[in-house]
């Protein structure tokens, strides 16, 4: 098999750079290890920056999203028992942010894949990246009990945070960079309209919860958990009755129950590795990085990476000149590490550390009060949760 460029995994970066190639002309195959239904359904993330939003319009893969998607334009903090609203386009001259699940998303995009673009095969796994330093890369995978091997210009590795691409750079090639916190997001799916109609992040004594939402008939929770915590040791009137406890404010805002559909343990980790390219294996998304969700950067980032290869290898086909290619790890590493010390300020802003001291939650509490009495504070958060522009 031949082709020009080699995607290793459809999640959304994968799925998207597929999109985008196919919109330029350029042919792709797509590897994914796992069966369609397994992709369509893993839930993660569900906030769709403007910068995102705007790509998947660009894209042709916005209908769906634009139909049944839920414009937000603000998110709450709570905390204290107080409640204080950070109101977007206000503080960024108009941006925003749109809930449409991650699930939705690479629904989307797989449809349109399998209409219009190259092959994506499902149940083909990657085995390995040989000869990234010369002109003809391959992936070895194997397809049905098969094993096969893909000829490429280019390959990129969209293959997640577990996948085989990052390991198959050279041993002492490059550096990571990693923090592992000690709680986890224990998250459930709950058939019942949000209690809110915008996202709520409440930090409390207890630990840190957010009401989140699918749907306006589908909720989305979370509650902080101690690292290591099964999902079975939370009975269902326990999680509710520990999320009503931290989202409790001073004017009796009631939280609305419903059946939990879904119920996992999300742990929370930091982490990056440079560069993002050798020879001709690039890394995008949660391959090259992953971020604590509290900012909702982890889709983001996969967007924005595969969309600066995109970019860059159309450049190179029309002027002739890799300038852009050659830039792409430099140019994805400054938007990441934005996005790093943002996941990292709100994580450490709303979660209570399993040895916080008493001083440490006074200054969790300044800091939330400063963005609630601070124009400029607020105008931070805002820029930084819509989104880094696209260099
Ligand atoms: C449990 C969980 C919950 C999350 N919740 C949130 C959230 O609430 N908000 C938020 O912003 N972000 C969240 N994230 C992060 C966000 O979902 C990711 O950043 C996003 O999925 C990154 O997309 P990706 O395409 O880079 O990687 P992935 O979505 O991980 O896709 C990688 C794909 O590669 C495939 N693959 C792996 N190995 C191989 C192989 N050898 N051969 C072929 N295919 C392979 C995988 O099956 C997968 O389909 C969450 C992540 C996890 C793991």
């Known amino acids: 098999m031949r082709t020009t460029v080699g995607i290793i995994g459809a999640g959304p970066a994968g799925l998207l750079l597929a999109r985008l190639l196919h919109r330029a002309g350029i042919d792709s195959v797509v590897l994914e290890s796992r069966d369609r239904a397994y992709v369509e359904q893993r839930q993660r993330a569900g906030i769709l920056e403007q910068g995102t939003v705007d790509v998947l319009r660009a894209a042709g893969a916005g209908e769906r999203m634009d139909r049944e998607g839920l414009p937000h334009d603000g998110v709450e903090l709570r905390f204290d028992r107080r409640r204080h609203r950070v109101d977007f386009p206000a503080l960024t001259g108009g941006r925003s942010v749109m809930v449409y699940a991650q699930t939705e998303v690479c629904k989307d995009l797989i449809a349109l894949q399998l209409k219009e673009g190259g092959p994506l095969l499902f149940e083909a796994e990657a085995l390995a990246v040989e000869d990234a330093e010369g002109d003809r890369p391959r992936v070895r995978f194997r397809h049905e009990g098969v094993e096969d091997v893909l000829e490429c210009d ?9 996948g085989i691409a990052r390991g198959s750079l050279p041993a002492g090639l490059g550096r990571t960079f990693e ?6 997001w224990l998250g459930i799916l709950a058939d019942v309209a949000p209690s809110h109609d915008e996202l709520v992040y409440a930090r409390h004594d207890r630990g840190f919860a957010l009401l989140s939402m699918r749907s306006p008939s589908v909720s ?5 958990v101690p690292a290591g915590t099964d999902a079975e040791e939370w009975g269902d009137e326990r999680i509710w009755d520990e999320l009503e406890r931290r ?5 009796g805002w009631r939280l609305a129950r419903g059946p939990i559909t879904q119920k996992s343990v999300t742990p929370m980790r930091s982490f990056v590795h440079e560069p993002m390219r050798h020879g001709r ?15 909702a950067k982890g889709l983001n980032l996969a967007v924005g990476d595969v969309v600066t290869f995109a ?8 002027t002739g000149s890799a300038e852009l290619l050659d830039a792409y790890s430099a140019t994805c590493l400054r938007r990441v590490w934005q996005a790093e010390r943002f996941s990292y300020d709100m994580t450490t802003l709303l979660h209570r550390a399993p040895d916080a001291t008493e001083f440490e939650d006074r200054l ?11 124009r400029a504070a607020e105008t931070d958060l805002a820029e930084a949760y819509t989104g880094f522009p696209l260099d």
Not at 179 to 184: G, K, N
Not at 220 to 224: F, K, V
Not at 369 to 374: D, K, L, N, V
């Open 247 to 251: 989202f409790e404010t001073e004017d």
């Open 364 to 374: 969790q509490l300044a800091r939330l009060e400063r963005i609630a009495s601070s």
């Open 179 to 184: 923090r592992v916190y000690p709680y986890s």
């Open 154 to 162: 280019y390959v990129v590795g969209c293959d997640g945070f577990w």
């Open 281 to 295: 294996l690039f890394l995008a998304g949660d391959a090259a990085h992953i971020v604590p969700p509290t900012g």
């Open 220 to 224: 989305r929770l979370y509650l902080q």
């Open 311 to 318: 970019r860059a290898l159309e450049h190179e086909r029309r």
